[in-house]
């Protein structure tokens, strides 16, 4: 298991952008897909996005396709997913954690989460 801790949350209005930040002093971070994660007040945790170990695919849910993009620097030990057209039903809690990347879309598949970083999208 592989700690990781994300940054990069706030508060923007609709229609902005934010950038967040998945990292991690583990140098074993580089074997692994990664995944983001996001909870709204109220919801279950859902899938956001994936990328796997050497950034050759990605996946996202259909509601962010197009306006999110999932990175990652394996010299840096990180991840990074770029927000853009943010709207309100973005609102939530990001987390994002490291696995099989065909196991990605499933977040019953990770037994343990990090503290996640706060989005507010104001409308």
């Known amino acids: 298991q592989v700690p990781l801790t994300e940054s990069g949350g706030g508060m923007v209005q609709a229609g902005e952008s934010l950038r967040l930040s998945c990292a991690t002093a583990?140098?074993?971070?580089?074997?692994?897909?990664v995944g983001w994660y996001r909870r709204a007040p109220g919801k279950e945790r859902e899938f956001v996005a994936s990328?796997?170990?050497?950034?050759?695919?990605?996946k996202y849910r259909g509601s962010v396709r197009g306006r999110f993009t999932v990175s990652r620097d394996n010299e840096a030990n990180a991840a990074y997913l770029q927000m853009n057209n943010l709207k309100p039903e973005d609102t939530g809690v990001y987390y994002c954690n490291s696995g099989a990347y065909a196991d990605m879309w499933n977040v019953k598949y990770f037994s343990s989460w990090g503290q996640g970083t706060q989005v507010t999208v104001s409308s």
């Open positions: 583990d140098s074993t971070f580089r074997r692994y897909a």
């Open positions: 990328i796997t170990r050497y950034s050759d695919d990605t």
